[in-house]
């Protein structure tokens, strides 16, 4: 099994930056992808960012091309957050998708931008 604790949220003002972690623990070695995604009230949860351990990083939204910034490594993800604006303002999940087994959520983590 694989447990992913997310860490990082909070409230910030426009402008102003969050560092998320996502620490993963158990049966890690066949994680081949850390992700997080994010669910606003009344939206679908939508991909944020990516990391692949062979190599190479993928955003989802244009809006967060240039402010988030996705690194770490199978033991932690990091997401880093600049620039916030309001509508940034969600759960934001982390996503570690596994060789031949069940991809595994984490609990999330509540990100609020006050404008």
């Known amino acids: 099994q694989v447990q992913l604790v997310e860490s990082g949220g909070g409230l910030v003002q426009t402008g102003g930056s969050l560092r998320l972690s996502c620490a993963a623990s158990?049966?890690?070695?066949?994680?081949?992808?850390m992700a997080w995604f994010r669910q606003a009230p009344g939206k679908d949860r939508e991909f944020v960012a990516g990391?692949?351990?062979?190599?190479?990083t993928s955003f989802g939204a244009n809006s967060v091309k240039g402010r988030f910034t996705i690194s770490g490594d199978k033991n932690t993800v990091y997401l880093q957050m600049n620039s916030l604006k309001p509508e940034d303002t969600a759960i934001y999940y982390c996503?570690?998708?596994?060789?031949?087994?069940?991809?595994?959520w984490g609990q999330g983590t509540q990100v609020t931008v006050s404008s």
């Open positions: 990391i692949r351990w062979s190599g190479g």
């Open positions: 158990g049966d890690i070695f066949n994680i081949w992808r």
């Open positions: 996503l570690a998708n596994r060789d031949g087994t069940a991809d595994v």
